[in-house]
């Protein structure tokens, strides 16, 4: 089975036998993002985000869900999605397999006990917010710096009072 970078240098790769309706060769930089991108996931991991995303017959581990959101991000994740559905052995599942791709962020997302950025803040349950480590808690401030999700005011481990 193949990582996700590895098969995004093989989509890569193939952009001269893309079809005529694609958008057009890639840019050498934003390839370069794109493999930057998908070169942040280990390639077990990759690989079973691909075919969770693309095909819908593989379960995201939350070690594979604290790559794509820690080291992936959103905004790379979607665009390496869109991407590959440029090509033509996806484009009649495509509304799908956006869904999948969100659906994969948000539960990785709420797996780690983060808030899905989606415009509407949503609270963390106080029970999850006492259990955070030091290590979340600074995920969640990177989070929010980036603004890959909002702050409902219930970020951070709990002093017990």
């Known amino acids: 089975m193949m990582s996700l970078s590895v098969t995004f240098n093989i989509v890569l790769s193939n952009v ?3 079809p ?3 958008l057009g060769p890639v840019s050498p930089s934003y390839e370069s993002y794109l493999a930057n ?3 942040n996931l280990d390639p077990i991991c990759g690989r079973d985000i691909y075919f969770a995303v693309f095909y819908g017959n593989t379960t995201v581990i939350e070690d594979c869900c604290d790559e794509l959101v820690s080291d992936v991000g959103k905004v790379c994740h979607d665009d390496m999605t869109k991407f590959v559905l ?3 052995k996806f484009k009649s599942s495509d509304v799908q397999i956006v869904e999948r791709s969100q659906k994969i962020w948000n539960d990785c997302v709420v797996s780690l006990g983060l808030m899905v950025k989606t415009g509407v803040s949503r609270e ?3 029970a999850l917010a006492r ?3 030091l290590q979340q808690t600074t995920m ?3 989070l929010l710096e ?3 999700m909002h702050d409902a005011g219930a970020v951070g481990p709990r002093d017990g009072g």
């Open 16 to 18: 001269a036998s893309a």
């Open 20 to 22: 005529s309706n694609w």
């Open 37 to 39: 991108c998908a070169s």
């Open 86 to 88: 440029t090509k033509t």
């Open 124 to 126: 963390i349950p106080e």
């Open 131 to 133: 259990t955070y480590t």
């Open 140 to 142: 969640v401030q990177e």
């Open 146 to 148: 980036r603004g890959m």
